[in-house]
């Protein structure tokens, strides 16, 4: 089908699946971000749109979608628009108040489930704790995973701990949310395994103004970055139980830091793993 070249202003009744995709190529959308706001708008699988293209979106769809098209073209995360994310094979909600969760991280959810499977069963479940949960991906992802772990999760960000919360309700995954900040949000407590996502961009890193609708306080850290992770380690041995691991994730540029800072206060199998493009993403180590 010819697309029709007229402008599209604010969305018209009219518009065809063909239309909007023509549209998304004159306003810089990647066809594939296109298709997956077409899908979510319509509710059908990307595959569908293939074999619809002359189906009309109708006029509050056709609306919604040029909108789309304006915030994606000037940068903002498909995700935010979509109010969705993917992580671990869990569809999550997400808004500007929390980091979208990146495939990495998925790394961290591994080490954690292979620490958590080398776990002698305990008497009572394995206590989990994911400190800077945001969305809850991290908590929520081994708590689907390892259903007999009881998780926590802390944020400093009320509004964030409570998409966490609705997160946690929809997929039905009880975790425990505590507000605070970093181990102070559970002092008194000790876990068998921490997973942390910590803001460890340096400040002015020239990478930031890519993630410049995502909120600085979840990216930001002083110290060149290391202030959290620093915090995080420092305070691990009060709220571990002897033998249990504390697993950051990390720039690529900081393992050798991390991995000095565990070892300094007293933890052994100290490593570094890898994400997929080969960087230093994640270290961790066993306490005691
Ligand atoms: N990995 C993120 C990025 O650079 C940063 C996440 C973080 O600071 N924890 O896109």
């Known amino acids: 089908m010819k697309a029709d070249a007229s402008p599209v202003g604010s969305g018209r009744a009219d518009m065809t699946v063909a239309h909007a995709l023509a549209e998304?190529?004159?306003?810089?959308?990647?066809?594939?971000?296109?298709?997956l706001m077409l899908a979510h708008l319509l509710r059908h699988p990307r595959g569908w749109l293939?074999?619809?293209?002359?189906?009309?979106?109708?006029a509050h769809h056709s609306s919604r979608y040029v909108q789309w098209l304006e915030r994606r073209g000037a940068g903002e995360p498909l995700a935010y628009l979509l109010g969705q994310a993917e992580f671990c094979g869990l569809t999550l909600q997400v808004g500007p108040e929390v980091l979208i969760p990146r495939p990495e991280t998925e790394l961290l959810v591994e080490w954690g489930m292979q620490v958590l499977a080398g776990w002698p069963a305990p008497p009572t479940p394995a206590r989990v704790i994911d400190l800077g949960c945001g969305s809850g991906a991290i908590a929520l992802a081994i708590r689907?995973?390892?259903?007999t772990a009881a998780v926590?999760?802390?944020?400093?960000?009320?509004?964030?701990?409570?998409?966490?919360?609705r997160n946690a309700e929809a997929l039905g995954l009880p975790i425990t949310p505590a507000l605070g900040n970093w181990w102070s949000a559970v002092?008194?407590?000790?876990?068998h395994l921490a997973l942390a996502n910590p803001p460890y961009v340096a400040p002015g890193d020239p990478h930031l103004e890519a993630l410049r609708h995502e909120p600085h306080s979840a990216l930001v850290a002083p110290e060149q970055g290391?202030?959290?992770?620093?915090r995080l380690i420092d305070m691990a041995p009060e709220s571990l139980h002897p033998g249990g691991w504390l697993l950051l994730e990390h720039g690529h540029d900081?393992?050798?830091?991390?991995?000095?800072?565990?070892?300094?206060?007293?933890?052994?199998e100290v490593e570094t793993r890898r994400d997929l493009a080969?960087?230093?993403r994640c270290t961790g180590g066993r306490f005691g």
């Not at 998304?24 to 298709?35: E, K, N, P, Y």
């Open 254 to 268: 900081q393992g050798q830091p991390v991995r000095e800072r565990l070892r300094q206060v007293g933890f052994s």
């Open 152 to 165: 926590t999760a802390v944020d400093t960000s009320a509004p964030a701990l409570d998409l966490a919360c």
């Open 144 to 147: 689907h995973r390892h259903p």
């Open 278 to 280: 080969g960087l230093e």
């Open 24 to 35: 998304a190529h004159r306003a810089g959308v990647d066809r594939l971000d296109a298709q």
């Open 226 to 230: 290391m202030a959290d992770l620093h």
């Open 50 to 58: 293939i074999a619809h293209d002359d189906v009309p979106l109708g």
């Open 187 to 191: 002092a008194g407590q000790r876990f």
